[in-house]
């Protein structure tokens, strides 16, 4: 297997909660200058939109040629959002979407989403019934996306906030893993088989594993206490 090069990702930030740790990370990568840096959700804390803008801070001083791409966590509220995208508009933000990035000579397609649960929270399903639909449906539309990016791009990259699979959440409590992760997700890596798949969510979790052969990442900074150095390999 050829490893071509390194983006950087990290997640659960939740400003201004770790904003010192994030600070930090920040200063001991050491990875060079990456040309995208993902952010996996949970970047505010509880909807605390404003807070965005000293992270979005940080890493334009640390990385100022990279592309900053992110999907929505859970403490980024549904009302906050419009907010979050006004405020960091240098950030490319994706719901259900593939993005299309030009990096070191290859072409990224890098598909994103909050992701899914095994079942919503207690909290969930008494106040958005709803997300039982979505969590079922969400898999299958991310299916889609993957294999629309296969087309398109060198290197097909998912990022979800939710978890993607049980191995990255060992260290957490198993009564509470189906409120961190979807197994109809991990189904979706395993069939379409993205290069690369990034979650946070999993404070408590396992950094990497590997699912049906892919290389999966759980880039929660409080787990790392670090920028997440991820490999696209060929």
Request: glycine share 8%; net charge positive; charged share 25%.
């Amino acid at each position: 297997m050829e490893c071509g090069f390194v983006i950087a990702a990290v997640s659960d930030v939740h400003s201004p909660r770790f904003l010192s740790l994030l600070r930090e990370a920040l200063s001991s990568w050491n990875e060079g200058d990456p040309c995208v840096l993902i952010l996996a959700g949970d970047i505010v804390n509880r909807g605390r939109a404003p807070m965005v803008e000293p992270v979005v801070a940080m890493v334009k001083r640390r990385f100022p040629g990279a592309r900053l791409v992110a999907v929505f966590g859970n403490e980024e509220y549904e009302q906050s959002r419009p907010i979050l995208k006004r405020l960091a508009p240098e950030v490319a933000w994706l719901d259900d979407e593939v993005l299309y990035i030009e990096c070191e000579g290859a072409t990224l397609g890098i598909v994103g989403t909050q992701g899914a649960l095994e079942r919503p929270t207690r909290w969930q399903a008494r106040n958005m019934p709803w997300l039982y639909r979505v969590y079922r449906e969400r898999p299958r539309k991310i299916a889609g996306l993957l294999r629309e990016a296969r087309g398109g791009a060198d290197y097909v990259i998912l990022a979800s906030h939710y978890g993607l699979a049980r191995a990255t959440l060992a260290g957490e409590d198993p009564r509470i893993w189906p409120y961190l992760y979807s197994s109809l997700m991990e189904e979706v890596i395993k069939k379409e088989k993205p290069d690369v798949a990034i979650h946070g969510h999993a404070h408590k979790g396992t950094p990497r594993a590997v699912v049906g052969g892919v290389h999966v990442y759980n880039v929660a900074l409080p787990l790392n206490k670090k920028v997440v150095p991820v490999r696209l390999c060929r």
